[in-house]
C-alpha cells in the first residue's frame, strides 16, 4: 500500500524558516517524481513545487521561488521542502503527493503569524 | 500560466442524477487533465487521470471525456457518498494548475 506520510508543520513567526518532511513507502520512491501541493484554509488547490527522479530537476511556482527548496533523498524515501522567509500567505495545509498526484499524504498544517 | 476555469461552482442534485463538472484550460493541454475528489478534512483523492482513465477501485459510475481545451467528468446515477468538491489539475505544463473546485451537494 502507497503511503506518504508528513512532518514538520507548525506555527511559525513571519521571515522565519521550517522544513517538512515526508516519509514514503509502498513503493519504489526513486522511480517517481514527487511535489507539494499546499491548500489555505477554505480555499482550493495549489501546486507548490516538484522534484524529479534523481533531484536533478526542480520546479516551482513564481511566489515560492527564492524562499522555498524541494529536495529528497532516495536512500531513505523521504521527500522535503525547505521553506524559508515564510509570509502569512504561505499558511496552509502542505500535502506530500507522487507524481502526477496520485497519491497524497494526510498533510501537514503550517500557520505563518505572529 | 494555463488557467483552468471549473463550472459550475456549487452544485446541487439529487441520488441518480447524471452530473457533469466541467473545466476549460486556457491553452491545449493535451489531454493531460485529471480529475479529484476532496472531502472536509481529507486529502484529494485520484478519479480520474490524462482525462478519460480511471482510477484503480474508482467506481465506474465516474467518467471523464475532453481535449484541446474542455474537459469534463461525469458521474453517471448519483451516489451519496459522492459528496465532497471536486477540482480538475492540468499537468501539461508548468506551473502545473488546478481549477477553483465545484462544491457537489447532494439534495
Known amino acids: 500500500e502507497v503511503q506518504l506520510v508528513e512532518s514538520g508543520g507548525g506555527l511559525v513567526q513571519p521571515g522565519r524558516s521550517l522544513k517538512l518532511s515526508c516519509a514514503a513507502s509502498?513503493?519504489?520512491?526513486?522511480?517517481?517524481?514527487m511535489a507539494w501541493v499546499r491548500q489555505a484554509p477554505t480555499k482550493g488547490l495549489e501546486w507548490v513545487a516538484s522534484?524529479?527522479?534523481?533531484?536533478?530537476?526542480?520546479y516551482y511556482r513564481d511566489s515560492v521561488k527564492g524562499r522555498f527548496t524541494i529536495s529528497r533523498d532516495n536512500a531513505k524515501s523521504s521527500l522535503y521542502l525547505q521553506m524559508d522567509s515564510l509570509r502569512s500567505e504561505d499558511t496552509a495545509t502542505y500535502y506530500c503527493?507522487?507524481?502526477?498526484?496520485?497519491?497524497w499524504g494526510q498533510g501537514a498544517s503550517v500557520t505563518v503569524s505572529s | 500560466d494555463i488557467q483552468m476555469t471549473q463550472s459550475p461552482s456549487l452544485l446541487s442534485a439529487s441520488v441518480g442524477d447524471r452530473v457533469t463538472i466541467n473545466c476549460k484550460a486556457s491553452?491545449?493541454?493535451?489531454?493531460?487533465l485529471n480529475w479529484y475528489q476532496q472531502k472536509l478534512g481529507e486529502a484529494p483523492k485520484l478519479l480520474i487521470y490524462?482525462?478519460?482513465n480511471l482510477q484503480t477501485g474508482i467506481p465506474s459510475r465516474f467518467s471523464g471525456s475532453g481535449s484541446g481545451t474542455d474537459y469534463t467528468l461525469t458521474i453517471s446515477s448519483l451516489q451519496p457518498e459522492d459528496f465532497g468538491t471536486y477540482f480538475c489539475?492540468?499537468?501539461?505544463?508548468?506551473?502545473?494548475?488546478f481549477g477553483s473546485g465545484t462544491k457537489l451537494e447532494i439534495k
Open positions: 503527493t507522487r507524481y502526477v498526484m496520485d497519491a
Open positions: 509502498g513503493f519504489t520512491f526513486s522511480d517517481y517524481y
Open positions: 522534484i524529479s527522479y534523481d533531484g536533478g530537476s526542480t
Open positions: 491553452q491545449n493541454i493535451n489531454k493531460y
Open positions: 490524462n482525462t478519460n
Open positions: 489539475f492540468q499537468h501539461n505544463s508548468w506551473p502545473l494548475t
